[in-house]
């Protein structure tokens, strides 16, 4: 079993519509968790870290369980421009060595 | 432009031969991240500094890597006998001291070995 497992999807979605993915950790010992952006050609970048009561920023909505050791990305009234990879990073050890996700992809149509 | 910069940006090579790339972070931040991605995947970590500290490696890492940070600050990473498998992007990311900050990713390198 992988460490940080992704449905890479793609998922398909229309303007306006609420998408939500998951990703799910085996390391019950792991500390701190994020999810990052990626364009297509381009640099991963921090979309936002996700804390144990949970958090919102804007459309964006993140939570943390614990106890099935998943956390989720929840994204409402989806844009054009919310087309990308989204990346599930884990922190773990005591070093907090990242791992990554394989992605999951969103497409977001008119 | 005080983001993370790598060169080159783009590298070709034939197989067998020494590439070395090289990663400049944003000037406050004390770690340095590499980390290797292949289409369709997440960057896989490799290595790690905290100033000029090489703090951990991947034990997916062969002795044919080998990355430098000399005066905490740039970076080098540096493949040995190049191997068509070699082949990815190669990213490398900063951060302040904590584990737990934001990492800023570079563009990256890309690798084609031939």
């Known amino acids: 079993r992988k460490e940080v497992e992704q449905d890479p999807g793609p998922f398909n979605v229309p303007e306006g519509a609420t998408v939500a993915f998951n990703c799910t950790y085996s390391?019950?010992?792991?500390?701190?968790f994020f999810w990052y952006r990626q364009d297509c050609r381009k640099e991963p970048k921090l979309l936002m870290s996700v804390y144990s009561s949970g958090n919102e920023d804007g459309r964006f909505t993140a939570q943390l369980n614990r106890a099935s050791q998943y956390i989720s990305l929840l994204i409402r009234d989806s844009k054009l421009s919310d087309s990308a990879t989204y990346l599930c990073?884990?922190?773990?050890?005591?070093?907090?060595?990242?791992?990554f996700g394989r992605g999951t992809s969103l497409i977001v149509h008119p | 432009d005080t983001g993370v910069s790598q060169n080159p940006r783009h590298k070709i090579t034939k197989r067998g031969q020494n590439v070395t790339f090289r990663c400049d972070p944003i000037?406050?931040?004390?770690?340095l991240y590499w980390y290797r991605q292949t289409l369709g995947q997440g960057p896989e970590f490799l290595t790690y500094?905290?100033?000029?500290?090489?703090?951990?490696k991947s034990r997916l890492l062969s002795d044919r890597f080998s990355a430098e940070r000399p005066k905490g600050s740039f970076s080098t990473l540096e493949i040995q006998r190049t191997e068509q498998g070699d082949s990815a992007m190669y990213l490398c990311?900063?951060?302040?001291?904590?584990?737990?900050?934001?990492?800023?990713f570079g563009p990256g390198t890309r690798l084609l070995v031939l």
């Open positions: 000037s406050e931040h004390n770690r």
């Open positions: 990073v884990v922190l773990s050890g005591g070093s907090y060595i990242p791992t």
């Open positions: 500094f905290q100033n000029e500290a090489q703090l951990e």
């Open positions: 390391n019950s010992a792991s500390q701190s």
């Open positions: 990311a900063s951060s302040i001291d904590s584990p737990r900050e934001t990492q800023y």
